[in-house]
């Protein structure tokens, strides 16, 4: 296996962690946030949560590689992008900390719990819509999966971007129908790029070598037009 499928093995497989822990996570977390004193529940949840974070900081700098490729300034700039929401979702894990120990009736609960809400927003939000545009950009531009599966992130993109600012509005809640709707084509992008990467690998410009010494690193460098498909 070339050390190309490797890094497309690993992402795939993190990309599918990110998938997995998300969702149960905010499943574990939402009792205690709604009043419930579920505080072992909400601590499996930030168990999930954690491993969340790392997942996301994970793919990034696995697809860095492969990404630098197409462009550098878009690798790059998706690392910074996946490290901040990161960041967020780490940040939204000490109020909930704090809540479990406080208890849910604590007078400090409501204050807490708002900014949990808003890390929730800042990361899996604004920031995972980014991450798509950057990503998903470089996936197209450089041919290195099936268009369709690019094309799903750059239109769920947008799309949660302006749910998500619908919620700074107070237009909506971010997990309420709409904010729900405009994250599904956002999960289905991430879902179906990790299970392509662990089955398919990614396509790469002919003239990029397993060899590190003889890919270009310049960041003027231009993907070559012919490629060839990684397998397993």
């Known amino acids: 296996m070339s050390s190309d499928r490797r890094l497309a093995l690993w992402a795939g497989i993190f990309y599918l962690m990110t998938f997995v822990t998300s969702i149960p996570a905010l499943a574990l977390k939402t009792p205690l946030l709604t009043g419930e004193p579920e ?47 990161a960041g967020m979702i780490l940040s939204g894990v000490l109020p909930v900390m704090a809540l479990i120990a406080l208890g849910s009736d604590h007078v400090s609960a409501p204050a ?40 799903i992130g750059l239109i769920g993109g947008p799309l949660l971007l302006l749910s998500s600012y619908g919620v700074v509005l107070g237009l909506w809640e971010q997990t309420g129908a709409i904010g729900a709707l405009a994250a599904l084509p956002i999960a289905v992008w991430e879902f179906s790029l ?12 002919a003239a990029a070598s397993d060899d590190e010494a003889t890919v270009d690193r310049s960041p003027t460098a231009r993907p070559a037009q012919d490629a060839r498909t990684y397998g397993a």
């Open 39 to 85: 505080t072992s529940l909400a601590a499996w949840g930030l168990v999930l949560e954690i491993t969340l974070a790392f997942s996301c900081v994970a793919t990034a700098v696995t697809l860095l590689p492969i990404a630098r490729r197409v462009s550098v300034t878009l690798a790059v700039g998706f690392v910074a992008s996946r490290t901040v929401e």
């Open 112 to 151: 807490l719990i708002a900014l949990q809400d808003s890390a929730f927003l800042l990361g899996p939000a604004f920031m995972s819509a980014i991450n798509a545009l950057l990503l998903g950009t470089v996936m197209l531009r450089g041919r290195l999966v099936p268009r369709i599966i690019p094309t």
């Open 194 to 205: 990790g299970v392509w990467l662990i089955v398919k690998g990614v396509r790469l410009p």
